[in-house]
């Protein structure tokens, strides 16, 4: 069961400043203007893939590095001459692919995080609301983004302690509010 997402105004790039008075304003995207919501999470991850991939493109030198070596050593006559020339060829095409794979895996890592770090910021903020004493209205997640399941978990988990902190904070504004007013009769 997923949920909508919906603006928020603590959420970053959503949620429009005025629209509460009713003032028309050009509506704005619903986009997360930075990459890295957290970055020590996503790099880290980042990092796993690329050593991976590293680890795939080594083998795959080594693996056509040993089958064009074997080829040039059947080869009776030139195997010198080839074994000499296909080493360099071979790094060559190693270097160029990993290259190309470090901001390629640089792009895909920070895509591939970035739709579960920014909801993992938001539950962390709203969690954080909440354990304050704050009653912040149902935590939303932007449309596209992960964990939209945890996220109406962590709503139904909090229900009843952001009903309680509403109460008494609506009990705390009455009874200032009726502080108040003695003064004023007092003085009459």
Known sequence: ???QSSPSPDSNGAGAPGAANGAAQKPRRNRRRRKLI??????KLIAHFFVVAVMCLLLQFLLINRALTTAAANAPGIADYMIERLAPEVLSVFFV???VL??????VGISATFRIS???????QYLTQVV??????????REG?????????VNRATKMQREASASAAAAAQG????DDEEPERDAA
């Open 175 to 178: 009874t200032a509010a009726a």
């Open 118 to 124: 920014g909801p993992i910021y938001r539950l962390t």
């Open 132 to 141: 304050n004493g704050e009653a912040p209205p149902d935590c939303r997640l």
């Open 1 to 3: 069961m997923t949920t």
């Open 38 to 43: 957290l970055p020590g999470i996503q790099l």
């Open 145 to 153: 983004d992960h964990l939209h399941d945890l996220c109406e978990l």
């Open 102 to 107: 470090l901001p390629l895996m640089l792009a």
């Open 97 to 99: 692919s990993f290259s």
